[in-house]
Nanobody, 120 residues
């Protein structure tokens, strides 16, 4: 059973940094396109950053210049480096990925979410 596992959330002060990690557990062939999303209570989940299999990235306007998404294909891990954090970045952050588990099997997975709180 494949699962996506996020880690790295926590409580930080404004201006500080955090790095989130996303990696699958279980047997996989490859992790393809990956996106980081965030959600606050009462609002829709929004895309924060995404990276393709070949490393093409895109960001929400609200995080451009502060967040960076990257991947380590050898470790099947995707990172979200978050710098200059603001209180409005407070949310539960979710990883979403297309994962190949067999020659002809690609499925979409969501992680369980990790809380990021930015507060003084």
């Amino acid at each position: 059973q494949v699962q996506l596992v996020e880690s790295g959330g926590g409580l930080v002060q404004p201006g500080e940094s955090l790095r989130l990690s996303c990696a699958p557990s279980g047997s996989i062939v490859s992790i393809n396109a990956v996106g980081w999303y965030r959600q606050v209570p009462g609002k829709q989940r929004e895309l924060v950053a995404a990276i393709t299999t070949v490393g093409r990235v895109n960001y929400a306007d609200s995080v451009k210049g502060r967040f960076a998404i990257s991947r380590d294909n050898a470790k099947s891990t995707v990172y979200l480096q978050m710098n200059s954090l603001k209180p409005e970045d407070t949310a539960v952050y979710y990883c979403n990925a297309d994962i190949r588990t067999g020659t002809y099997v690609v499925r979409n997975y969501w992680g369980q979410g990790t809380q990021v709180t930015v507060s003084s």
